[in-house]
């Protein structure tokens, strides 16, 4: 029988580093945050769906009940409800956790059985691709589901297999902080950046980046985009030797290479974020990175225990992925 009503939260995420490497099937290493989005969900008469604190004909409600009937679930008729204390457009995933707390609600009100993680994150991604126009990859979805205290993913994209790493800083915080640009994914350059990506692999006679030799015989700028991708996945997993051995400086070294590579080579970054990165290194953080699909949004930056992160930066830690609560 189906639940009469049933309640879903799924958290955003932040990623400490392995950026623009999900959809090149590399390696990145997010982790959910504390904060993220409730879908209330009760059946109602009929076979629509409508919302509160969303418009009935919102891209992700639209997209995730459509994607979930085509994938056999039987979405019941319903109104639901949707509140969230992450901030929008600020590159902490706010719709990748809307759509998978909308497919955990909506999929419950069905009484169909929970989707394995990677089928689930690929739905959501769909509705990202058929319904807003931004072809975003696996990274927000998978983030967002598999999220667990105290610990970072170490995402394997081409594998979709993922280990977790203890993130252990011994009293340094990682804090998020918005630029003050909202970022567009759809009408920004991230489409473009794919694009570029699809190009390069093209012509290195590659299914995806990730298994590019070297990029230096292509023309600029597809030389740089392929030489981001290479050394961020790289960074990863030096990052995750940082972690392993408790090296924080190490640590915020990389970020700021990660952050040198999305500016110079991948060309995400805008003056807002590097002003929001410089804010961060006065503040005292040992490394800050453009954070997320770039063009504006957020900074994720490092700060030892005796520094205080600027007025308005968010301290992210660690937490529990997508969930049903009753
Ligand atoms: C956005 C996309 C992700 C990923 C990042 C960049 O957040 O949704 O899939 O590509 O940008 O790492």
Not at 84 to 105: H, I, M, N, T, Y
Not at 112 to 120: F, I, K, N, S, Y
Not at 299 to 320: I, M, N, S, T, W
């Amino acid at each position: 029988m189906n639940p009469l009503r049933i309640r879903a939260f799924a958290p955003g995420r932040a990623n400490l580093i392995g950026e623009h490497t999900d959809y090149n099937l590399g390696l990145c290493l997010p982790f959910a945050v504390e904060q993220g989005v409730t879908v209330t969900g009760e059946l109602r008469d009929g076979g629509a769906v409508s919302a509160r604190g969303l418009a009935d004909d919102d891209p992700y409600l639209v997209g995730v009940a459509s994607e979930l009937r085509a994938a056999g679930v039987d979405v019941p008729g319903c109104a639901v409800q949707v509140e969230s204390d992450l901030p929008r457009e600020a590159g902490l995933s706010s719709s990748a956790a809307l759509s998978v707390a909308l497919a955990l609600a909506l999929s419950g009100l069905a009484g169909a059985d929970p989707l394995a993680a990677a089928e689930l994150a690929k739905l959501c991604q769909r509705v990202e691709h058929r319904y807003t126009g931004a072809e975003t990859g696996l990274l927000d979805q998978l983030a967002s589901i598999l999220g667990e205290e105290g610990r970072a993913l170490r995402i394997d994209m081409r594998a979709l297999e993922w280990t977790p790493v203890e993130l252990d800083l011994g009293g340094h915080v990682l804090a998020v902080l918005d630029s003050g640009t909202p970022r567009s994914l759809a009408e920004s350059g991230y489409n473009d950046r794919r694009e570029e990506c699809r190009r390069a692999a093209e012509l290195l006679g590659v299914d995806s980046l990730r298994d590019a030799g070297d990029g230096s015989g292509l023309p600029a700028p597809l030389d740089r985009r392929v030489r981001h991708v290479l050394t961020e996945n790289d960074r990863v997993d030096a990052a995750v030797e940082a972690l392993e051995s408790r090296d924080l400086a190490a640590l915020g070294e990389l970020l700021d290479a990660s952050h040198r590579s999305l500016r110079d080579d991948y060309e995400v970054s805008v003056p807002e974020v590097e002003r929001a990165v410089e804010e961060c290194r006065r503040a005292g953080a040992l490394g800050a990175r453009i954070m997320g699909g770039g063009f504006g949004g957020s900074v994720v930056a490092l700060f030892p225990p005796e520094a205080d992160p600027p007025g308005g930066a968010l301290v992210v830690r660690p937490a529990q992925g997508a969930r049903l609560l009753c």
